[in-house]
């Protein structure tokens, strides 16, 4: 399969705790974007990482989220201390970034997050 | 600030007719507009695109038109089939960066 791959698929925490979200890119793409969908919304972006880079982070709330996509391994979208508010369905999507700015994003199947 | 609209939030099509999906946006600097179609517990799967220098881009069954002017864009589905009922979500990017969504259209194709 060499579609976008997100684990877990579904991920319950506790008021407090961490969670991880791991994103696999599509096979030769190196960007990545990670996308929130709250309930009865459109998705907002978040943040948008190259290997080793944060190129836009201006939808990441300032405190307790953060991202990193390593040389090697998956993309990952840290949330410390989550609250209830952070319950949502988190999409990766990842693209080639061709020239011209004609860069379509493929998504994965997401990450739902239920925080108790 | 809502730079991307989709101001109808359901449609209902007979199953062989045409389905005609709106969008409409703000942000002038937007150059490149998709279409994503979403069933529950999943994913955005890319229908289609188009850029800001086109007017019209075809594929099988699904047209999507950009009246720039106007700042619309609509998707047609044509014809329509109950496999096509989804969520649609039409996206608009500037330079290739971050996507930016409307809050999506529910479309049920009726047998």
């Known amino acids: 399969n060499a579609g976008v791959m997100q684990n877990p698929r579904h991920l319950v925490r506790r008021r407090g705790q961490e969670a991880r979200l791991r994103c696999s890119p599509m096979?030769?793409?190196?960007?990545v974007y990670w996308y929130r969908q709250l309930p009865e919304e459109g998705l907002k972006f978040m943040v948008y990482l190259q290997k080793e880079n944060i190129i836009d982070e201006s939808g990441m709330p300032k405190e307790r989220f953060s991202a990193e996509f390593p040389k090697e391994g998956p993309s990952i979208l840290r949330i410390q201390q989550v609250v209830r508010g952070d319950s949502a369905a988190y999409f990766c999507?990842?693209?080639?970034?061709?020239?011209?700015?004609?860069?379509?994003?493929?998504f994965g199947p997401g990450t739902r997050l239920t925080v108790l | 600030d809502q730079q991307v609209k989709q101001n109808s939030p359901s449609l209902s099509v007979q199953e062989g007719r045409i389905s005609i999906l709106n969008c409409d946006y703000t942000?002038?600097?937007?150059?490149?507009f998709l279409w994503y179609k979403k069933y529950p517990a999943e994913g955005p799967t890319f229908l289609i695109s188009?850029?800001?220098?086109?007017d019209k881009n075809e594929d099988g069954r699904f047209t999507v038109f950009l009246n720039k002017s106007a700042k619309h864009l609509s998707l047609h589905i044509v014809p329509s089939q109950p496999g096509d009922s989804a969520v649609y979500f039409c996206?608009?990017?500037?330079?290739?960066?971050?996507?930016?969504f409307g809050a999506g259209t529910i479309l049920r194709v009726k047998s």
């Open positions: 096979k030769g793409h190196s960007h």
């Open positions: 942000n002038s600097m937007f150059d490149y």
């Open positions: 999507a990842s693209s080639l970034r061709l020239a011209g700015g004609k860069d379509t994003q493929y």
């Open positions: 996206a608009a990017s500037a330079e290739g960066n971050k996507l930016v």
């Open positions: 188009i850029s800001s220098i086109k």
